[in-house]
T-cell receptor, first 116, second 123 residues
Framework: AQKVTQAQTEISVVEKEDVTLDCVYETRDTTYYLFWYKQPPSGELVFLIRRNSFDEQNEISGRYSWNFQKSTSSFNFTITASQVVDSAVYFCALSVIETSGSRLTFGEGTQLTVNP | GAVVSQHPSRVICKSGTSVKIECRSLDFQATTMFWYRQFPKKSLMLMATSNEGSKATYEQGVEKDKFLINHASLTLSTLTVTSAHPEDSSFYIC???????????????????FGPGTRLTVT
C-alpha cells in the first residue's frame, strides 16, 4: 500500500519569505511517480510537477523548486520569495503503475498562508 | 488542451432526493475516470475508479448503491448520489486519464486531469 505524509498542517509566512513544504512517501514499488498540486480557495486542483522514481534531479521552475531524495523518501517543495497569491492548500501525491489505472494517493495537504 | 469539466459546479438538494454530477473530458478521450470526495480542510479521498464500458471499482467503505457511477462513453462519466443525506454534503472532484498511456516508466502513466469540482449541499 502507498502512503503520503505531509506533517505540516498549516504554515504561515510573511510575503517574500522562502517556505518549504515537506512530503514523505511510502511505497514498496520501485517504479512510481510523485506529484505536487495546488488547491486555491476556488477548489480546483492545479498540477505543479510530476517526477518519476528514476529521476532524482532537482527541478526549478521560477520561484518553485523541488528536492527529491530517494534515500529519505522525501519530495519537498520550496517556494522562494513567497507571494500572497501562493496562499493555498498544497498536496503531495504518489502514483504507482497498476493494471486498474494508476490511481493517486494524496497526502493530507498543507495550508499555506502568505501574509502581506 | 486536456480540459475536464464538471456540472453542476454547485448544487443544493433536499434530503432524500438524488443528484447527478457529470464529468466530461472536453478535448481528449478518457478510458479511465476517477471520483474523489473532499471534506472541508481534508484531503482528497478516492471513491471509485471508472473505466469506460465496464463497472466501476469502488474503494473500501464506499457504498456502490449509494454512489452510482456510469462511464458510458470515452468523454463522460456520471456520479449519482442516491437518496442524499446531509452527511453526503461534500466537494466532489473527478479526474480523467487520457487514453493510450503506456506502461513504461520513461513515459508517465496517462496523466490525470482534474475537473473543477462540484460542491454538494444536502439540506
Amino acid at each position: 500500500a502507498q502512503k503520503v505524509t505531509q506533517a505540516q498542517t498549516e504554515i504561515s509566512v510573511v510575503e517574500k519569505e522562502d517556505v518549504t513544504l515537506d512530503c514523505v512517501y511510502e511505497t514498496r514499488d520501485t517504479t512510481y511517480y510523485l506529484f505536487w498540486y495546488k488547491q486555491p480557495p476556488s477548489g480546483e486542483l492545479v498540477f505543479l510537477i510530476r517526477r518519476n522514481s528514476f529521476d532524482e534531479q532537482n527541478e526549478i521552475s521560477g520561484r518553485y523548486s523541488w528536492n527529491f531524495q530517494k534515500s529519505t523518501s522525501s519530495f519537498n517543495f520550496t517556494i522562494t520569495a513567497s507571494q500572497v497569491v501562493d496562499s493555498a492548500v498544497y498536496f503531495c501525491a504518489l502514483s504507482v503503475i497498476e493494471t486498474s489505472g494508476s490511481r493517486l494517493t494524496f497526502g493530507e495537504g498543507t495550508q499555506l498562508t502568505v501574509n502581506p | 488542451g486536456a480540459v475536464v469539466s464538471q456540472h453542476p459546479s454547485r448544487v443544493i438538494c433536499k434530503s432524500g432526493t438524488s443528484v447527478k454530477i457529470e464529468c466530461r473530458s472536453l478535448d481528449f478521450q478518457a478510458t479511465t475516470m476517477f471520483w474523489y470526495r473532499q471534506f472541508p480542510k481534508k484531503s482528497l479521498m478516492l471513491m471509485a475508479t471508472s473505466n469506460e464500458g465496464s463497472k466501476a471499482t469502488y474503494e473500501q467503505g464506499v457504498e456502490k448503491d449509494k454512489f452510482l457511477i456510469n462511464h458510458a462513453s470515452l468523454t463522460l462519466s456520471t456520479l449519482t448520489v442516491t437518496s442524499a443525506h446531509p452527511e453526503d454534503s461534500s466537494f466532489y472532484i473527478c479526474s480523467a486519464r487520457e487514453k493510450g498511456g503506456r506502461v513504461d516508466f520513461r513515459i508517465p502513466p496517462g496523466e490525470q486531469y482534474f475537473g473543477p469540482g462540484t460542491r454538494l449541499t444536502v439540506t
